[in-house]
């Protein structure tokens, strides 16, 4: 049973990073901590929720973000975002359990370190697509299997530390009306839940745009409790225009325009997004860091259900991993995520009906992209149609498409790292070029592997590195698909520095 929490703050730690520690059979519990982690005798987090923040009561509700821990009846409840682009992380070593809202905070306490040889990272990751019954639940690290908890809680009753569901709602949202009043009434609880006095750090909102659907809803309805400014990206992975500044303006917000690229001015910043999902696609968001700090962002990730095309959204099976490479930067820089088509759509059948609604039709715009919902909405708000979802566009960055990869710093360093592992794993080094020259998947390699066709079996790693060098750059190399698998290794690695303390 547990008692008490003991609190530790760290100040050189992101603000908003936390790691709980407890041994089984202690009474007490001990949490290590960011500056701006809210912390209380029975209960800490980074975390917004649906209800009055005096009780604390986020363990019981499904309308919840960030994550935090609640001390109930001898038990810690620890409570991960209602939605899957967030999580916490776990682990269990001789006894102790180790909960965090970051994988790297938790690799860096009990230094874990991750396989540069292990091939299925990135695919680990990506599986919570398939939603919470078929994702892969855990991560693979020297200190043993590392747990992902997506949207559920874990509860730690000073044994053991189990899995445990949300509390459920019987919601009937049967009109798109009755819909759009939830999400009001969902959206304007959490608001005042985040600017609450007695918080000891209050949050502000910030919003997104662009020319499309989902993120332009988010903030028309976020304009409703107070949204004064957003930010956009002005231009679209395909290089057209996706800005969404006259839908600001339509909406009377403060907008800021970023430029999609601005994230390569700043040294090694891809490491904090690869290392949340190993794909990083997200690191566009770093141009408007600056923004975000202390700010609740209101985004429109999970925005297929505003589709409504099929029933294969509940339980949050989703189509890609869009926002999920936000989970560790918002911590660094002070945010909370709030994707607002998540709010209350575990099983959202009744959603996905009321999207299929007869009443639907007379706000749709007969075009294949079309999201009559989220046009019923801004037409609300008073945003002249023609200024949005005229077609699909994305700001994502494919950093393993080679015409978007590491800023040059970065590749710099990574092909040092790639460089340092080959020497120092010369059997490891060898039987994987083997299978990935002769297999033809490093094209950037193919010359190479001609070259050292009948030989590489005896090669030394220096001279299959030599060999690679003359044949082709080693930063085409760095670059090339071959080498992507490398990337969530040498990224945690990096972003584990920002969590070393002598204070622990």
């Known amino acids: 049973m547990i008692r008490q929490i003991h609190y530790k703050e760290l100040s050189g730690w992101p603000p908003l990073a936390w790691l709980a520690k407890g041994r089984a059979g202690d009474s007490s519990l001990s949490v290590y901590h960011g500056p701006q982690v809210e912390t209380n005798e029975d209960w800490f987090g980074e975390v917004v929720w649906d209800g009055d923040y005096e009780q604390a009561g986020f363990h019981l509700t499904d309308v919840v973000v960030g994550s935090a821990g609640r001390l109930v009846d001898g038990e810690i409840v620890f409570v991960a975002s209602g939605n899957t682009l967030d999580r916490i992380v776990s682990i269990e070593i001789e006894g102790e359990v180790f909960v965090s809202n970051s994988i790297v905070c938790l690799a860096a306490y009990v230094d874990a370190k991750f396989n540069a040889w292990y091939?299925?990272?990135a695919n680990d990751f990506k599986s919570i697509i398939h939603g919470l019954d078929d994702y892969v639940q855990t991560?693979?690290?020297?200190?043993?299997?590392?747990?992902?908890?997506?949207?559920?809680?874990?509860?730690?009753?000073?044994d053991w530390l189990t899995q445990i569901e949300k509390p459920g709602f019987d919601r009937q949202r049967n009109s798109s009306d009755s819909y759009r009043d939830f999400l009001l009434e969902a959206l304007g609880a959490c608001v005042e839940n985040m600017g609450a006095r007695t918080r000891a750090f209050p949050f502000q909102m910030v919003g997104t745009l662009s020319s499309g659907f989902d993120s332009t809803t988010a903030a028309a309805l976020g304009k409703q409790f107070g949204l004064e400014e957003a930010f956009t990206i002005r231009n679209s992975r395909g290089g057209?225009?996706?800005?969404?500044?006259?839908?600001?303006?339509?909406?009377?917000?403060?907008?800021?325009?970023?430029?999609?690229?601005?994230?390569?001015?700043?040294?090694?910043?891809?490491?904090?997004?690869?290392?949340?999902?190993?794909?990083?696609?997200?690191?566009?968001?770093?141009g408007a860091g600056e923004l975000l700090s202390r700010k609740v962002?209101?985004?429109?990730?999970?925005?297929?259900?505003?589709?409504?095309?099929s029933s294969s959204y509940v339980k949050w099976i989703r189509t890609d991993q869009s926002g999920l490479s936000l989970t560790e930067y918002r911590l660094h820089i002070g945010a909370i995520h709030l994707p607002v088509p998540s709010i209350g759509t575990y099983m959202a059948n009744d959603v996905l009906e009321v999207m299929g609604q007869d009443e639907m039709k007379a706000w749709a715009n007969g075009k294949a992209y079309d999201k009559p919902f989220c046009r019923k909405i801004l037409t609300e708000a008073g945003v002249p149609d023609g200024l949005y979802g005229i077609e699909k566009k994305a700001a994502s960055v494919l950093i393993e498409d080679r015409s978007s990869f590491l800023s040059d710093e970065s590749l710099n360093d990574f092909e040092n790292y790639l460089k340092d592992l080959f020497l120092a794993e010369p059997a490891m080094s060898r039987?994987?070029?083997?299978?990935?020259?002769?297999?033809?998947?490093?094209?950037?390699?193919?010359?190479?592997?001609?070259?050292?066709?009948?030989?590489?079996?005896?090669?030394?790693?220096?001279?299959?590195?030599?060999?690679i060098q003359d044949s082709v750059r080693l930063s085409e190399y760095a670059s090339s698909e071959a080498s992507f698998r490398f990337l969530f290794p040498w990224a945690i690695e990096h972003a584990k520095k920002r969590y070393q303390s002598d204070e622990f």
Not at 139 to 158: E, Q, V
Not at 298 to 306: H, K, N
């Open 240 to 286: 057209g225009s996706d800005c969404g500044t006259p839908i600001g303006d339509a909406l009377g917000l403060r907008v800021h325009e970023i430029e999609r690229n601005k994230w390569r001015e700043y040294p090694l910043t891809e490491t904090l997004f690869l290392s949340a999902d190993a794909k990083g696609e997200d690191v566009y968001f770093r």
């Open 139 to 158: 991560i693979p690290s020297s200190r043993g299997p590392i747990r992902l908890t997506y949207y559920r809680n874990l509860k730690f009753d000073g």
């Open 297 to 309: 962002v209101l985004t429109g990730f999970s925005g297929s259900i505003w589709g409504g095309k």
């Open 431 to 467: 039987s994987y070029h083997t299978s990935k020259i002769f297999g033809g998947v490093a094209k950037a390699a193919v010359k190479t592997g001609q070259a050292i066709a009948g030989t590489l079996g005896k090669m030394t790693s220096i001279d299959l590195l030599n060999r």
């Open 119 to 121: 091939p299925a990272y």
